[in-house]
T-cell receptor, first 114, second 113 residues
């Protein structure tokens, strides 16, 4: 089954404790991205990657890192999480670099930083 | 901010009625997409309309696009309780980062059985 898989689905952590949220897709998509969703603000892009070893900042990259060592994986790293990073996070992938393609989303990771 | 806006923010209707949601955006686009999100879960792509298209249908969904007004609407006909979800429009801006989606704030649709 074609899918984008995120882990974990739920995470509660303490301020400053490094964490990684994994994202993997099995559709051989080139383009992957991370979004965060907050009430009243919709989804905002954090980082994106157009291919292996090619990443760039989205609209809200502060406090986050990413890597793209393999085509299928695009982990999101929070080196020193803070309470304002409490949010619902989504990973997404798209088939090609073309603009008229849909995005496939993971099921989300609900992160709480205390 | 490039973010679009949707209205209404919330909509409650009876099963069998039609639901209409509107989306406005700010700059020229390549395409506009609609997504559905069931409570707290991932987004599911519904339909994509290109900037040179004016109307598109998919099952019970009808999407219109008016680039002169920078607006789009999503119509769900003969709604069902299972249509209860949040609906988001998302645009890919012309000249913007490839595949970068700019999301609206969403419309929460409740369909009463």
């Amino acid at each position: 089954e074609a899918q984008v898989t995120q882990n974990p689905r739920y995470l509660i952590t303490v301020t400053g404790k490094k964490l990684t949220v994994t994202c993997s897709q099995n559709m051989n998509h080139e383009y992957m991205s991370w979004y965060r969703q907050d009430p009243g603000l919709g989804l905002r892009q954090i980082y994106y990657s157009m291919n292996v070893e090619v990443t760039d900042k989205g609209d809200v990259p502060e406090g986050y890192k990413v890597s793209r060592k393999e085509k299928r994986n695009f982990p999101l790293i929070l080196e020193s999480p803070s309470p304002n990073q409490t949010s619902l996070y989504f990973c997404a992938s798209s088939p090609t670099r073309g603009v008229n393609t849909e995005a496939f989303f993971g099921q989300g990771t609900r992160l709480t930083v205390v | 901010s490039q973010q679009g806006e949707e209205d209404p923010q919330a909509l409650s209707i009876q099963e069998g009625e039609n639901a209409t949601m509107n989306c406005s955006y700010k700059t020229s686009i390549n395409n506009l997409q609609w997504y559905r999100q069931n409570s707290g879960r991932g987004l599911v792509h519904l339909i994509l309309i290109r900037s040179n298209e004016r109307e598109k249908h998919s099952g019970r969904l009808r999407v219109t696009l008016d680039t002169s007004k920078k607006s789009s609407s999503l119509l769900i006909t003969a709604s069902r309780a299972a249509d209860t979800a949040s609906y988001f429009c998302a645009t890919v801006y012309y000249g913007g980062a490839t595949n970068k989606l700019i999301f609206g704030t969403g419309t929460l649709l409740a369909v009463q059985p």
